[in-house]
């Protein structure tokens, strides 16, 4: 992933700021994530008009928090890739037994 050696790189050029906090973080990605849910929330309810790129846009402001908070964790690229090939088969298993929700 191109985004996460770039962020690599600049954390490991001594380029710390409040991303590298985990609560700052945290919040952040709590902030991305409300502001997809609210564009997809107007659109849904027929406020907005359907604006695929939008909702991508702010899909990827999330992403970018995610990964900025697995380096302040002090996780590599592949540690983080292992745990969402583990909580992806957890999910699909809730999948097959009817309890996802």
Known sequence: MKIFQRIMEQHHEGHATLVDDTRYVSLAICGEAG??????????????PVDSLDIQRELADTVNYCLHMTIALGMT?????????????????????????
């Open 35 to 48: 502001e997809l849910a609210n564009k997809v929330k107007k659109q849904w309810a027929g406020y907005q």
């Open 77 to 101: 690229f592949e540690q983080l890739d292992e745990l969402c090939v583990e909580k992806y088969e957890a999910f699909l298993k809730k999948v097959e037994n009817g309890r996802l929700g």
